[in-house]
């Protein structure tokens, strides 16, 4: 995965439990096969309230929904 273009290297499935890895997918989540927009663009869209968040918020959300940590899933190399 191209994390510098940003381009997703996991996501969790908050509202279900799922998540993907370019490895595995899990629940029904798959990872984008676009580029995500900067969130000032993302923003631009009414419906949506993007911010940004640190590691460690991410890192306990994931946690709470997953149940395990971010360290867990596979990546390839």
Excluded: H
């Excluded at 509202?15 to 993907?20: E, L, Q, W």
């Excluded at 890895?21 to 419906?47: C, F, H, K, M, Y």
């Excluded at 911010?51 to 940590?69: L, N």
């Amino acid at each position: 995965m191209r994390i510098g273009r940003r381009f997703g290297k996991s996501k969790s499935g908050l509202a279900r439990v799922g998540y993907a890895s370019n490895v595995e997918e899990v629940g029904g989540t798959r990872l984008a096969e676009l580029p995500v927009p900067p969130l000032n663009e993302i923003n631009l869209d009414p419906q949506f309230q993007a911010e940004a968040i640190t590691k460690a918020d991410f890192e306990k959300c994931w946690i709470d929904a997953i149940g395990k940590e971010v360290s867990a899933v596979r990546f390839a190399p």
